[in-house]
T-cell receptor, first 115, second 115 residues
């Protein structure tokens, strides 16, 4: 079974600085998708960025980018120029490319942004 | 931007009572999901629903749970006889298609408190 591990329960970053959140996963599949979701205090789950495993190029969305290392099964999220509004819980998630369409989530990393 | 709407935002119920959580997915989406998040824990998949039937469910989704799309717009989760351990945040989500690297759109959640 696939698993997703986020080893950093909490992180802190100064406003305008860069922070990297770690995520590793375990799978025997070659076709899958990876996601980062943000959960602010409002509790809504917001998609931040996605990565297809077959793509070698790392996904970017404005200030958010990933470092996808397929061989190492690593999928870290980099937030550049951190803003106060980035403070949230961040979840890494895995989705198989096969028959199942459920998301498997990590335990989350709580990011604090210091002014 | 289209949203997934969940009602109520917070529900308190007595142990043993039936509760129905409601969701209005995005109108052109075909796949619907329920996830739950026990306070402080990771988000867990409950069930996915397509073409008026369950396409996948987790071991959490036992006979106490059921889902329904009663009128073509609402998507409901029913818990027949609530237990204390059902207290959690319940998220509805929808997606346009099953395959591909598309993330879901999540609702804001319903906080269920069983007393």
């Amino acid at each position: 079974a696939q698993t997703v591990t986020q080893s950093q329960p909490e992180m802190s970053v100064q406003e305008a600085e860069t922070v990297t959140l770690s995520c590793t996963y375990d799978t025997s599949e070659s076709d899958y998708y990876l996601f980062w979701y943000k959960q602010p205090p409002s509790r809504q789950m917001i998609l931040v960025i996605r990565q297809e495993a077959y793509k070698q190029q790392n996904a970017t969305e404005n200030r958010f980018s990933v470092n996808f290392q397929k061989a190492a099964k690593s999928f870290s999220l980099k937030i550049s120029d951190s803003q106060l509004g980035d403070a949230a819980m961040y979840f890494c998630a895995y989705r198989s490319g096969g028959a199942t369409n459920k998301l498997i989530f990590g335990t989350g990393t709580l990011l604090a942004v210091q002014p | 931007e289209p949203e997934v709407t969940q009602t109520p935002s917070h529900q308190v119920t007595q142990m043993g009572q039936e509760v129905i959580l409601r969701c209005v997915p995005i109108s052109n989406h075909l796949y619907f999901y329920w996830y739950r998040q026990i306070l402080g824990q990771k988000v867990e998949f409950l069930v996915s629903f397509y073409n008026n039937e369950i396409s996948e469910k987790s071991e959490i989704f036992d006979d106490q749970f059921s889902v329904e799309r009663p009128d073509g717009s609402n998507f409901t989760l029913k818990i027949r006889s609530t237990k204390l351990e059902d207290s959690a945040m319940y998220f509805c989500a929808s997606s346009e298609i099953r395959t591909g690297g598309y993330g879901y759109t999540f609702g804001s959640g319903t906080r269920l408190t069983v007393v």
